[in-house]
């Protein structure tokens, strides 16, 4: 079993830039890749983006995702979401899931694992 945690969300204006983290604990030797997604107030959740843990670090991302950026440091088995230039519409809880399958994307179904999630707030 794989336990992944978010941390490093908080407060921030528009404009700013916010790292937050992701790091598992468990089987993470079955992970395969390792997603982003976040869900807006009254919002369904949506993919942000997401990186293979091994396969050349390779990344997919959401279309809306073009200030985001997704890195991994294995050994530290954490995970990270660089936002920049961050507007009020990014304000959401933002969660981390882990797959052992081949996959990064917007199927929630494909990923065996989700953080409890951290919550960015973006103020005008």
């Known amino acids: 079993q794989v336990r992944p945690v978010e941390s490093g969300g908080g407060l921030a204006q528009a404009g700013d830039s916010l790292t937050i983290s992701c790091t598992s604990s468990?089987?993470?030797?079955?992970?395969?890749?390792i997603s982003w997604f976040r869900q807006a107030p009254g919002k369904e959740r949506e993919f942000v983006g997401g990186?293979?843990?091994?396969?050349?670090?390779?990344t997919n991302y959401s279309p809306r995702a073009a200030r985001f950026t997704v890195t991994i440091n294995n050994a530290l088995n954490t995970v990270f979401l660089q936002m920049n230039n961050l507007k009020p519409e990014d304000t959401a809880v933002y969660y981390c899931a882990t797959t052992s399958a081949y996959y990064i994307g917007t199927d929630e179904a494909r990923y065996d694992s989700w953080g409890q999630g951290t919550q960015v707030t973006v103020s005008s």
């Open positions: 990186i293979y843990r091994l396969d050349n670090f390779t």
């Open positions: 468990g089987e993470i030797s079955s992970v395969r890749a």
